[in-house]
Each structure stands twice: as C-alpha cells, then as structure tokens.
C-alpha cells in the first residue's frame, strides 16, 4: 500500500435545510488499499460519496483526489474517478467489446492496447465478443468494472459491487478487485452491507454514524495487532515467562495465556513457549468480527 494519500477529506461537512448531515469527516485513503465504508441506514454514506465525487457540493471542507482539489478542479480531479454503483448498465444486445468501445469514447487516449489489457484484467477474454444479454450476473459486474477502469483512474467507488451475486461470483469479484488495488496501485472504496465480505475484501474499514466518522479499523494484513490464544500447560508459569520476555500486552486465561500481538508474531511466541518446556495445545485468535465490531460500535443500528 502507499504511503501518500490518494484521497484526501478534510472536514468535510454538509448541512441541508439548517439539518447538518456530515460533520466534518477527516479520512486519507491511499494507493493500492481497499476501504471499507460501513454505516448503518441513513448513516451519511450515500451523502459523503457524492460530495466525493463532485455529484454534491460540501457546505465546508474539501476533497482531494490525488492532490488535485475537487472545488477548484472539477475536470481534472473527477477523471481520475471510476464508479459502479450496484448493477452496471450495460447495452444487451452489443458484445462487451462494443460496450468498451461506446464507453472509450467518454475518453480521450484510451487505445486499443488499454482495451486489451483491461479486458485481460477482468477475465473476459474468451467471452469479450459474446452479447451481453448472454453474460452471467458476474460477467455483467466484471464488464462493468472494466469500463470503469478504461481511463486508469487513480481512485475507484463500488457502491454494493457484489449484490446479487452468488458465493462464486463474489469470491470472483472480490479476487479481481484486490488484484487490481495490489498491481496498479488504485485506491478503492466500497461500500456495502455484507459485513462478512467486507472483511475478506477490505485493508481498513471507516465506519460512519449520524453524519460522523466514528471508528477506523484495520481488517486485513498481518501486522494487524490482535489477542491470541495459546492453550497451554502451566498457565501462571507460561505468563511470567511472556511477562518477562516480550513488551506485548499478556494475561492469564483458566487454560492458558493470551497476548496482543500481530499474526508475523505468533511463531516466535510459540517457540519462545516450547523452548521453555510448555506444551501448547492450540493457538487461536480471538479477534471480534467485523459484524462484533460493527454492532458494537454502532449499538446495533442496521446497516445499509
């Protein structure tokens, strides 16, 4: 992932009617991640989206899209943008190549060559001069995204990119879409009430409450720090030991010990236990989900 901002929101607000919906909303998302955006119905986020992408004008703060202010650049700033917002649509009774083709024209430069490649990336190869009205579900999606991608944007919204689809297609997607942040460096964010798909989708997840952002969280990645388990004999012995030797969080369990550490190290706590002369029965992670998570901070508000 990068290190430098892709987009850029500062305090970004908005008020309609005297009733203020976003109350300044500070959030940096960057190259190569995908970001989750969570909130529970009327939460801000169909409202924070579009004042990202120029469809709404914020009453104070700005958007950035790759340093470029949004306000002051619209043009220049909202080329850098692709978008699907739940279904794509799509001409039926064209092939997906002429839909690439109609949709190329929005653009300037964009060359047989990007064609191809984009078309390679989203696994349409065999299947690019098949009408459309013969696609699957997730070929639909897959076309969609390709025409979002045609002009290598830099930041890239999915609004329910997975809705409809069956497990297959979603595993699909979701393997195209963090390929895709991985390789060419796109920052995207998605927003979408399949908690559990967030979380295998996702690096960070911002949630949003009543017009404010209350929580970021770290969801994907290994240095991510979270409780482990470790079942093990001698269990006030075991937690002197770690007590002693690592500057991590470590509590006594009835059955063992659980330290905070990040999942790179688990094996030298491991080893650092068998060495000693303990026998580990089993190493778990006792990290809440994200649904856990959500509800927690939330208080339960449904999302949406």
Not at 29 to 56: Q, S
Not at 138 to 158: E, N
Not at 200 to 224: A, E
Request: glycine share 8%; net charge neutral.
């Amino acid at each position: 992932m990068s290190t430098t901002a892709v987009v850029q929101l500062d305090n970004l607000s908005k008020t309609i009617k005297g009733k203020k919906l976003i109350h300044n909303v500070n959030l940096d998302l960057y190259g190569g991640e995908v970001f989750g955006f969570l909130g529970p119905n009327g939460a801000g986020k169909t409202t924070t989206i579009r004042m990202m992408v120029g469809l709404m004008k914020p009453t104070s703060g700005s958007v950035k899209i790759n340093g470029v202010d949004l306000q002051e650049q619209f043009e220049t700033a909202v080329s850098q943008v692709g978008a699907i917002v739940e279904n794509p649509e799509l001409y039926k009774h064209l092939s997906g190549y002429q839909n690439l083709i109609h949709y190329s024209r929005m653009h300037k430069g964009i060359t047989k060559k990007r064609l191809q490649e984009v078309i390679d990336q989203v696994g349409l190869t065999n299947r690019i001069h098949d009408k459309v009205k013969s696609y699957s579900l997730g070929m639909r999606q897959r076309l969609g995204l390709g025409q979002a991608l045609l002009h290598s944007p830099k930041f890239l919204i999915l609004d329910e990119p997975t809705n409809g689809l069956d497990p297959a297609g979603i595993r699909e997607f979701r393997t195209y879409l963090r390929q895709i942040a991985q390789e060419d460096n796109v920052c995207i964010l998605v927003s979408s009430h399949l908690l559990s798909e967030i979380e295998l989708m996702c690096d960070r997840v911002g949630i949003i409450q009543k017009g404010t952002l209350i929580d970021i969280k770290q969801v994907h990645g290994d240095d991510q720090q979270v409780e482990w388990k470790f079942v093990l004999d001698q269990p006030a012995q075991a937690m002197q030991l770690l007590s002693t030797n690592i500057k991590e969080e470590v509590r006594a369990t009835t059955d063992g010990v659980s330290v905070t550490i990040s999942q790179e190290q688990v094996p030298a706590v491991n080893k650092l236990l068998v060495e000693a002369g303990f026998n580990i029965y089993s190493i778990e992670s006792t990290r809440e989900t994200l649904e856990d998570e959500f509800l927690k901070v939330t208080r339960g508000e449904q999302v949406g």
